[in-house]
């Protein structure tokens, strides 16, 4: 099936399924940012909540957040091009 697309159909098969795996990367980096940089620091305050939250811990929460969400955001724009 896919030899009888000819060689121009193979080449945007390709095309496609580089975009969707450079795609997958920075969705993934994003997903390991959030987990790492957001989620384990607040889950760790909520195990011991006698103890203060340094402030640069919230802040690298924010910025992990945001970084997160704008990777997410990259995947997205980089799978806008795929060929039809």
Do not use: D, Q, W, Y
């Not at 450079?22 to 993934?28: E, L, P, Q």
């Not at 384990?40 to 909540?49: I, M, R, T, Y």
Request: charged fraction near 10%.
């Amino acid at each position: 099936m896919i030899a009888a697309r000819g060689r121009g159909g193979i080449m945007s098969l390709v095309h496609n399924e580089r975009t969707k795996l450079t795609a997958t990367f920075f969705n993934g980096i994003g997903i390991a940012l959030f987990a790492v940089g957001a989620i384990a620091p607040a889950v760790s305050v909520l195990n011991a909540p006698a103890v203060t939250v340094p402030p640069g811990t919230a802040v690298m929460a924010i910025i992990c957040l945001i970084a997160s969400a704008a990777l997410h955001f990259l995947a997205r724009k980089v799978l806008a091009r795929l060929i039809s």
